[in-house]
Nanobody
Framework: EVQLVESGGASVQAGGSLTPSCTPS????????MGWFRQAPGKLREGVAT????????YYADSVKGRYTISQDSAKNTLYLQMNSLKPEDAAMYYC???????????????????????WGQGTQVTVS
């Protein structure tokens, strides 16, 4: 069974930076989208940033545009999320996902991932104080 393994979450001060990463434990067959999603206590999971792994197109939630950058290292088979100028409201569990198609749509409609029988990681905690 394929697993997505996130790492790099930490506790930082407001204004600081973090770069969590995500690595699949196996081949995510037929997946051409990957992305980061987050969930704060008492809130719904929301889209943060996604990338079309075939061409590199990226998509962002309005709340993180200009501060976050999603990228992939194909050689290392690793997904990254560079997070700058962190705010207390960015604190959440950050999840990585991989799925097929509708890379942009997943920002607003996470259901496309489950509809595509995509993969989710277990999350990495980001705390901002």
């Amino acid at each position: 069974e394929v697993q997505l393994v996130e790492s790099g979450g930490a506790s930082v001060q407001a204004g600081g930076s973090l770069t969590p990463s995500c690595t699949p434990s196996g081949h995510t067959y037929n997946s051409n989208c990957m992305g980061w999603f987050r969930q704060a206590p008492g809130k719904l999971r929301e889209g943060v940033a996604t990338i079309y792994t075939g061409g590199g197109s990226t998509y962002y939630a309005d709340s993180v545009k200009g501060r976050y950058t999603i990228s992939q290292d194909s050689a290392k088979n690793t997904l990254y999320l560079q997070m700058n100028s962190l705010k207390p409201e960015d604190a959440a569990m950050y999840y990585c996902a991989a799925w097929h198609d509708k890379c942009a749509a997943a920002i607003q409609a996470l259901g496309v991932i489950d509809d595509a029988e995509g993969y989710w990681g277990q999350g990495t905690q980001v705390t901002v104080s």
